[in-house]
């Protein structure tokens, strides 16, 4: 009988955290996996821009954003003395978002580029659209729960944070890229 791969179980655990059923300590310690979760992150990044035809400084921006998130990410596990948690908790943030950026990819795929200039979305770019909105949410609400175990702190205060995050994301991502 062949050895089982580490990483056999890495789906269900990533589903069980998109339904906030499990948290980042139930991820394994794997910088491997780590590098592996952040560089399909990136690709998916670059998959979805090129299907709706935004894929304008689409590495640079996956490249600074991805950073950013990471970045905060350890200092606030620094500022509570909790950086030995880091790679879980980065792994379990990254893993979340490829799981929910493989289904904003379908979308993308399915409605094909955004039209071009002031025209009017039609109906299935809309769709995609709330689509893409709920997704966003599910993400908040996926990293809240994944920084409020990591952080042992209340779950109010977890959503606080992410949601602190997303601005200086989006406050970053206007001033180094302009207007998307």
Known sequence: MMPSSPY??????VADLCRLRRGPQDLPY????????AAASIVLDLLIGSALG???DALARSLVLTGL??????AALAVRGLEPRYVQTASALLACSVAISLLQWAGALLVGPLPAGTTALDAPHLVFGWLTLGLFVWQVVVYGHIMRQALDMPSALALLLVLIWIVAAWALDRALFGAA
């Open 8 to 13: 056999a179980g890495l789906p269900r655990l």
């Open 69 to 74: 998130v990471l970045g905060l990410c350890w």
């Open 30 to 37: 794997s910088p491997p996996l780590f590098a592996m979760l």
């Open 54 to 56: 935004d894929d304008r």
